[in-house]
């Protein structure tokens, strides 16, 4: 059996050696295997277990039980525009993350394993199949730094956006870094250019960014933004997004924002204003709300194209920065493996959040 939750589907009828007469059901096999439905023509969507999920209204976090007993978290995000309303889905491409940003939840786990291409995709699967959610558009902001998982991400997105299965349009996607230059010119380097980059960037200058951020120590502003000048973008509309988390007393005065402006002066742009969500023992609160309109004000003040991300999940640990199960990474692999087939076994009952 192929699994299709890791191939597309150009590989499978490579594998199977399909006659022309045979394409048309094998292709309908594929559509349904990759969203997880039942095995046929030689076709399984091996989709790791929900295992829990909290929920507040239509906002979803999921956890998956994988086969070592690890697991993987992402959200199911409505999303309200002017005329119509979608689901946002943000999946991990990692267990925990290496890049010990101070004020990610994810961070506190360190990296315990990257995660394969049908894992990843298996998120997709999980939110259709066990939520009913129609995604709309997918953003790779969940666990882990996706370019540091660059092949298993990029092969992801080959299937998440096959005619034959998903079918996503590339315009869909978005993939967020904490700014891995090297991985930054590699998907330049695919000419991807519907595809949408997203940067952590979260300070202004270096001395802020090398204290919040351990990767701005190796690789510094100047470097970043050299790459980020070179990235190319589609014609019409296309942008980079800049992700800006505002911590209070750390990136979020008058100063800051003017810095911040500069700084991005040469770069096609749109900074997200992210309000910080406190990870667990966190040093800083979240900001109150005239701080961030403050901080939104000066940088339209200054010319600046920004956003303001609205907080969702903050109260469940489901919003930006706070997923992750620090327990993981307490557990030796030979009891996590042995929950994940208790697990599996009494088929564990989802759990649901008050106010779902």
Same mark, same amino acid.
């Given at each position: 059996?192929?699994?299709?939750? @890791?191939?597309?589907?150009?590989?499978?009828?490579?594998?199977?050696?399909?006659?022309?007469?045979?394409?048309?059901?094998?292709?309908?096999?594929?559509?349904?295997?990759?969203?997880?439905?039942?095995?046929?023509?030689?076709?399984?969507?091996?989709?790791?277990?929900?295992?829990?999920?909290?929920?507040?209204?239509?906002?979803?976090?999921?956890?998956?039980?994988?086969?070592?007993?690890?697991?993987?978290?992402?959200?199911?995000?409505?999303?309200?525009?002017?005329?119509?309303?979608?689901?946002?889905?943000?999946?991990?491409?990692?267990?925990?993350?290496?890049?010990?940003?101070?004020?990610?939840?994810?961070?506190?786990?360190?990296?315990?394993?990257?995660?394969?291409?049908?894992?990843?995709?298996?998120?997709?699967?999980?939110?259709?199949?066990?939520?009913?959610?129609?995604?709309? @558009?997918?953003?790779?902001?969940?666990?882990?730094?996706?370019?540091?998982?660059?092949?298993?991400?990029?092969?992801?997105?080959?299937?998440?956006?096959?005619?034959?299965?998903?079918?996503?349009?590339?315009?869909?996607?978005?993939?967020?870094?904490?700014?891995?230059?090297?991985?930054?010119?590699?998907?330049?380097?695919?000419?991807?250019?519907?595809?949408?980059?997203?940067?952590?960037?979260?300070?202004?200058?270096?001395?802020?960014?090398?204290?919040?951020?351990?990767?701005?120590?190796?690789?510094?502003?100047?470097?970043?933004?050299?790459?980020?000048?070179?990235?190319?973008?589609?014609?019409?509309?296309?942008?980079?997004?800049?992700?800006?988390?505002?911590?209070?007393?750390?990136?979020?005065?008058?100063?800051?924002?003017?810095?911040?402006?500069?700084?991005?002066?040469?770069?096609?742009?749109?900074?997200?204003?992210?309000?910080?969500?406190?990870?667990?023992?966190?040093?800083?609160?979240?900001?109150?709300?005239?701080?961030?309109?403050?901080?939104?004000?000066?940088?339209?003040?200054?010319?600046?194209?920004?956003?303001?991300?609205?907080?969702?999940?903050?109260?469940?640990?489901?919003?930006?920065?706070?997923?992750?199960?620090?327990?993981?990474?307490?557990?030796?692999?030979?009891?996590?493996?042995?929950?994940?087939?208790?697990?599996?076994?009494?088929?564990?009952?989802?759990?649901?959040?008050?106010?779902?």
């Amino acid at each position: 059996m192929i699994d299709a939750l @890791n191939h597309t589907f150009d590989e499978v009828i490579a594998q199977l050696r399909v006659r022309p007469h045979d394409l048309p059901e094998v292709r309908r096999a594929y559509a349904a295997a990759v969203r997880g439905g039942p095995a046929a023509h030689g076709l399984i969507g091996e989709v790791a277990p929900v295992v829990r999920h909290e929920a507040d209204g239509e906002l979803i976090k999921f956890v998956q039980r994988l086969p070592d007993g690890l697991e993987t978290e992402s959200v199911i995000i409505p999303m309200q525009g002017l005329h119509r309303a979608w689901r946002t889905l943000c999946v991990s491409s990692q267990v925990g993350c290496a890049m010990g940003c101070d004020f990610c939840e994810t961070a506190q786990l360190g990296l315990l394993r990257s995660l394969s291409a049908g894992e990843i995709v298996g998120q997709v699967a999980a939110a259709a199949r066990d939520f009913d959610a129609e995604v709309r @558009n997918i953003v790779f902001m969940g666990m882990g730094e996706p370019f540091d998982n660059f092949d298993a991400v990029i092969r992801a997105v080959r299937i998440l956006t096959d005619p034959a299965g998903w079918s996503f349009a590339k315009s869909r996607i978005a993939i967020s870094t904490v700014g891995r230059v090297e991985g930054i010119r590699r998907l330049a380097a695919l000419g991807w250019r519907r595809l949408n980059l997203a940067v952590s960037l979260n300070a202004p200058n270096d001395e802020i960014r090398s204290r919040i951020m351990p990767i701005n120590r190796a690789e510094p502003m100047a470097l970043l933004r050299e790459a980020l000048a070179a990235y190319p973008l589609r014609s019409k509309g296309g942008y980079i997004m800049i992700e800006y988390v505002l911590i209070p007393g750390v990136n979020d005065g008058h100063e800051h924002a003017r810095e911040l402006v500069e700084y991005l002066r040469p770069i096609k742009c749109c900074v997200n204003v992210i309000p910080y969500n406190p990870r667990r023992e966190s040093p800083w609160p979240a900001p109150d709300e005239p701080t961030v309109r403050q901080f939104l004000g000066w940088l339209i003040e200054a010319g600046q194209f920004c956003k303001r991300r609205v907080t969702k999940g903050r109260d469940f640990m489901a919003a930006c920065g706070q997923l992750g199960n620090r327990e993981l990474s307490r557990r030796p692999p030979s009891q996590r493996a042995a929950e994940h087939g208790a697990g599996r076994s009494a088929k564990v009952p989802l759990t649901v959040s008050a106010g779902s």
